[in-house]
């Protein structure tokens, strides 16, 4: 061990567990390529200002979970702690909404980082795969990407999560209920800190864990009944889309997300094996970021999920992602003259587009036939001072055990059509 230890609250991707989350990266990516989404990537970091306009100035994630800094420029700087801000940031800077064909779709897979306290499924850096529809105000697109996500979660062979949705209304209705609920909240016993959040975010306390602020909540008046007809219909399409796809969802009246940017659909994906941390993905229409960054009117919709906790809800399942071996053949050389040649010969079977691994370290033959073994290859290639004297080269089923000289001239194309 060195003096060093990765930070709290991150840990690092070794193999053979870090090839589950390739998979479940590529198994996300998969149906977001096939319906018109291009690939985006935007910088690690970005002006502290986006996220405290977009996230909001009042949600846990601006106020105590970002990684600031200042530069020697004296720029104030972000580790991004989501995507979406900078997505949105990035088409508008690249002006991608003027190109004339809207929705712009885009997804994206990478790094985000929150100064959370660590648990199970909660960590300070994690990853995460997303998609975001800019411009476009339309239910079949809201339920596009719900449709997706949850294609994406069965192809990978996860079963027991659900899909909850809500309407988190628009700028005409949310604040006439924002105002019903705030009176509501005042006549409560709350402490102080509850108190200040019923002020500035009222929605966030219908979220509160505790049970004696949840008794206090009964009879609290309800999003559902102010909404505007505009976005009950809204609502009740994507509600019906969802339905004619045979995606099951949950009605969910209480889920409000930890950013503020959103409006009408919210949803997110739970899944039940993962204890506290629950959410594998969530994500919903966010109406009204564009301007608050400074663009125009651009409605949109989109979600991320988060590969850690994915990766923890398919081990909850028992669903193994670890790849079979991908080395088809494994070289061992023995002798100095042996090792040139044989490494010749990897070179050109890798050329020819076989997984091929070769011994290396000079070591003995006992040695180099259980490295052989460990790579979980079908076929070793031994290759000593007399096969070389003979032009020939030992070609051994690892698994029969069987061996045959084949000609070393000929290598490439028998193990070539062995392996093919
Ligand atoms: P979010 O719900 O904050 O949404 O994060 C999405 C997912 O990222 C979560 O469901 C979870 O799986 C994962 N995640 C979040 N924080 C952590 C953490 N500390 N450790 C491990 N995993 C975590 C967003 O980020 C929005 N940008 C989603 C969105 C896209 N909405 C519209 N478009």
């Given amino acids: ?45 970005e002006n502290v200002e986006l996220f405290a306009r977009g996230v909001g100035e009042s949600t ?18 972000a580790l991004r702690p989501e995507g979406t801000a900078s997505v949105l940031r990035a088409a ?30 909660r960590y300070r850096h994690f990853s995460q795969v997303g998609a975001e529809a800019i411009g476009t105000e339309d239910p079949a697109l809201d339920a596009e990407l719900i449709i997706l996500a949850d294609q994406a979660y069965r192809s990978l062979g996860l079963r027991n999560f659900r899909i909850l ?67 009950k219909a809204y609502h009740e399409e994507v509600r019906e889309l969802l339905t004619a796809a045979g995606v099951a969802f949950e009605d969910d009246e209480k889920l409000v997300r930890g950013l503020d940017y959103y409006t009408r659909t919210t949803f997110e994906f739970v899944h039940d094996g993962l204890g506290s941390q629950s959410a594998v993905g969530g994500g919903g ?22 590969v850690d906790r994915t990766v923890l809800a398919l081990e909850a399942e028992g669903v193994d992602l670890r790849l079979p071996a991908t080395t088809d053949v494994f070289a061992v050389p023995l002798g100095e003259e042996a090792r040139r040649t044989l490494f010749g010969v990897v070179t050109e079977l890798r050329r020819a587009g076989v997984a091929t691994d070769f011994s290396y370290g000079g070591k003995g033959v006992k040695a180099a ?24 080269v030992q070609l051994k089923d690892m698994a029969s055990g069987e061996q045959e000289a084949i000609p070393l001239a000929e290598a490439v194309a028998v193990v070539r059509g062995r392996v093919g």
């Fill in 1 to 45: 061990m060195s003096t060093f230890k990765a930070p709290k609250g991150t840990y690092d991707l070794l193999p053979p567990d870090s090839a589950a989350f390739l998979a479940v990266r590529e198994a996300i990516a998969a149906p977001l390529r096939n319906s018109g989404y291009g690939y985006i990537e935007t910088p690690g970091f």
């Fill in 165 to 231: 949705l809500n309407s988190l209304g628009d700028k005409e209705c949310r604040p006439v209920y924002r105002e019903a609920l705030q009176g509501f909240l005042r006549d409560l016993d709350l402490d102080e800190d509850t108190r200040r959040r019923a002020e500035i975010n009222p929605l966030r306390v219908l979220d509160d864990k505790r049970a004696e602020v949840q008794k206090q909540l009964v009879g609290a008046p309800m999003l559902r009944d102010y909404l505007c007809d505009a976005c």
């Fill in 60 to 77: 846990d994630i601006v106020t105590k979970e970002m990684y600031t800094l200042t530069t020697k420029g004296g720029d104030n700087l």
């Fill in 369 to 392: 036939m259980k490295a052989a073994n460990r790579s979980g290859a079908r076929f070793a290639l031994v290759l000593g001072e007399r096969d070389l004297a003979e032009g020939v």
């Fill in 92 to 121: 508008l800077e690249a002006n991608l909404h003027k190109a004339g064909n809207l929705p712009v779709k885009l997804w994206y897979s990478g790094s985000y980082y929150r100064y959370e306290r660590p648990q199970k499924g």
């Fill in 285 to 306: 229409r966010y109406d009204g970021l564009s301007e608050m960054i400074g663009g125009p009117a651009l409605p949109s919709v989109g979600w991320a999920l988060g």
